[in-house]
């Protein structure tokens, strides 16, 4: 009966490849125009460009092999060059996009390079294995006791924010107690439930509207950016609707086409030509500083809220006209394409380990593992396979805008984190506590293993985040 079924739904995914990889791909390269519109400084504007170029190719051919190809490579670079400074939901699309480039890398290895149903077979298991990891790992992190805290809680964070940034403070109800502590369980139970649901083929298709929804209301805050984080999460959820979910969409982008041409022939035309270079020369000017940040954020955050009303909605009603589990396939293709959903779940493990705190799936959950200690409600200790977080250091005084923060906020640094910042900044003027040490410089360099550079790997891979001195651990952007 299983190998019967499997069978059937193997057949079906081969079917429906190409629609869904179209449907994939177009999302995939908005995802990255959101990306620019709210991170625009975040990488040199030769990457930049060449992800706006890379995502107009793909508007241009949805679905095309090399398009999508090139989209990944520059999403790839653009990583790479704003790492350490990712952000959860890049680094998430960074993995995706190096799964894209492996499975594109076997299509030319087997002279394949322009089948679309194949590399849908190969790409869409590994592509859903990698969002339920990331999000596992990022529900799991909201249980340490300073998300359940309502003086601390990054839920409650986000709920005054968003609301306050939208004009609707009355929501608040002046901070009651009862309200900020169903929002602190709603949100942890909204984020376990979700990877469950989305495990369980029956409920596959709830969890994914349940998912969708959320970070649309997420993505509602007019203060912080969340919008880019919540497009790389709506275009890997729609791999988990069902396979008909790829033609239910060209059949109605069609159908409007259609209507389009009973008004006039050439109007589609323009359409679809108006639908590609938008986006593209939005990117452009994006890398090239002709659009500044508050206008950027304008523009991702309202394009966004239609999209994904648009998007939301569009599931829902295909899953009522389409009742039924959501067969897909989970399980990579071949053991190699299993290797980036590993290190997804690597990632996952970094901090429990301190291998690493920064972009690990934990924004925004209140986390806190350092030296041996944790927050965590079920893990009682970590496992340090590095001493860095065993070596911090306390800012006292400085001159450099970035410390003076730190300073400020009552954050420590690790010794590597705060060498890694110094390295291109040799004259500022520094006075620090190390351990038992307190050390005044009025140049950095005066002490030359502070501003030694790290290794590269080290800096961009393995970045920690500032230690909060306070306690409980509060919600920190």
Known sequence: MDTTRRQQERAVGRATGPDRLRLFAVMWALASLWH???????????????????????????????????LAAAGVAVAWEEAPALGDHWLLASLVNVAILLCIGVAVLRRRLGDRTDLAERLFPAARLCL?????????????SAF?????????????QTTG???????????????ERAVILAVAGIQLAVPLLLLVRRTRSLGVVLAMGFHLVVALDRTASHVESSAVLFALLVLLLPPSSGQWTAERVGSVGARLALRDEALPGRVRLAAVMV??????????????DELAFDLGWWSWQVFALVALTSAARHLRQSPGPSAVRLLPYHALYALVPLLVVANGVAPYVELKTGDTWTTYSNLRTVDGDTNHLVLPRTLPVSEEQADLVE??????????????????LTWDRLRAHLHDRPGVAITYRRGSKLVALARASDEPELVAPLPLAQEKLLPFTPVDLAEPEPCRP
């Open 279 to 292: 986006p593209t020369l939005v990117g452009l000017l994006v890398a090239v500083d002709a659009v500044d």
């Open 395 to 412: 800012i006292l005084d400085t001159n450099d805008p970035m410390l003076a923060l730190y300073r400020a906020s009552d954050l420590a």
């Open 132 to 144: 339920l990891g990331a999000y596992g790992f990022a529900a799991f992190a909201k249980l340490n």
């Open 148 to 160: 359940f805290d309502r003086g601390a809680s990054c839920a409650v964070f986000l709920y005054r």
């Open 36 to 70: 620019l519109l709210g991170d625009p400084g975040g990488a040199p504007a030769w990457a930049q460009a060449a992800l706006a170029l890379a995502l107009g190719l793909v508007l241009w051919r949805p679905g095309a092999v090399v398009p999508l190809g090139l």
């Open 165 to 179: 940034s939208i004009g609707l403070e009355g929501l608040q109800l002046g901070g009651t107690a009862w309200l």
